[in-house]
């Protein structure tokens, strides 16, 4: 796979996220600059006791 090739795979699969409604994405940022994100995504398990749960999907820190 090339750099190009999985740099647009990378914008798509992104892309997707944003648009699904079960996906919350938290921009981290300091007043000077954007330091980070999360990327959440919420399920249901029917047969389970607590059946809502949110899984951490990508999550970014810059570092320092």
Same mark, same amino acid.
Do not use: C, D, F, R
């Given at each position: 796979m090339s750099k190009d090739t999985a740099k647009q795979d990378s914008r798509e699969g992104f892309s997707k996220l944003i648009e699904d409604k079960d996906t919350t994405i938290f921009l981290m940022k300091t007043e000077e @600059?954007?330091?980070g994100y999360m990327v959440l995504q919420e399920g249901e398990?029917?047969?389970r006791t607590h059946e809502n749960?949110?899984?951490i999907v990508d999550l970014f820190?810059? @570092?320092?």
């Open positions: @600059e954007t330091v398990h029917p047969s749960y949110a899984t820190m810059k @570092e320092g």
